[in-house]
C-alpha cells in the first residue's frame, strides 16, 4: 500500500515539475521578440540586392521622373515589355516621360533595361507582393505608380 502511494506522490511530483518547465518555456517565448510577420498586413523590407520589377526614379528635388525618353531601355529588352512615350514642353531642355508601362508578364528581370539606362532613370523596385490571378495586375503603368500625372 505505502508503495503504491509512493509511486502516486511521484507521479505527480514528475508531473507537476514536467507542467512547471513546459509553462516556463511558454513563457519565455511568450515573452521574446517574434521572429515571423503578420503577414499580409506587415511585410518584409528586402535587402538592397533585391531585383523586383523594374521601377522610376525620381528626381530628388523636383519629384519628376529622371527618364529623358531616350528609348535605350526599351530598344534593349529582349522580351518587349517596356512602352515608352514622351514628349519635350515648349522651352524645355529635356523631354519628359508620358507613357511608361511594363509588361511585367513577360520579364525576365535580366536588368538589361537598368543597365542600358544611362540617366539614373529605372532601378528594381523591392515589391514582392505581386501574387495574383489576374494577368492585368502585371501591365504595370510606372508613371502611375510614381504618383505623377504625365505632362500632356
Ligand atoms: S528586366 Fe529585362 S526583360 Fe525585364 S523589362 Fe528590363 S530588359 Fe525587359
Ligand atoms: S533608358 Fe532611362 S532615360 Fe532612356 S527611356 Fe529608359 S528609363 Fe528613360
Not at 538592397?48 to 531616350?70: A, K, M, Q, Y
Not at 515589355?81 to 513577360?106: M, N, S, W, Y
Amino acid at each position: 500500500m505505502s508503495t503504491a502511494l509512493g509511486k502516486y506522490l511521484k507521479e505527480i511530483l514528475t508531473g507537476s515539475w514536467s507542467l512547471l518547465v513546459g509553462m516556463g518555456i511558454t513563457l519565455r517565448q511568450t515573452l521574446r521578440r517574434p521572429v515571423t510577420l503578420n503577414y499580409p498586413y506587415e511585410s518584409l523590407q528586402m535587402t538592397e540586392r533585391f531585383r523586383g520589377h523594374v521601377d522610376l526614379i525620381p528626381n530628388e528635388e523636383t519629384g519628376e521622373p529622371n527618364c529623358v525618353v531616350c528609348m535605350a531601355c526599351q530598344k534593349a529588352c529582349p522580351s518587349n515589355c517596356i512602352q515608352v512615350e514622351g514628349v519635350k514642353p515648349e522651352g524645355a531642355k529635356r523631354r519628359f516621360p508620358t507613357l511608361f508601362l511594363l509588361d511585367f508578364t513577360t520579364c525576365s528581370l535580366c536588368g538589361l533595361c537598368v543597365e542600358s539606362c544611362k540617366f539614373n532613370a529605372l532601378k528594381y523596385s523591392r515589391e514582392y507582393n505581386l501574387a495574383s490571378l489576374r494577368k492585368e495586375d502585371y501591365q504595370m503603368d510606372l508613371l502611375d505608380r510614381l504618383g505623377k500625372e504625365p505632362l500632356r
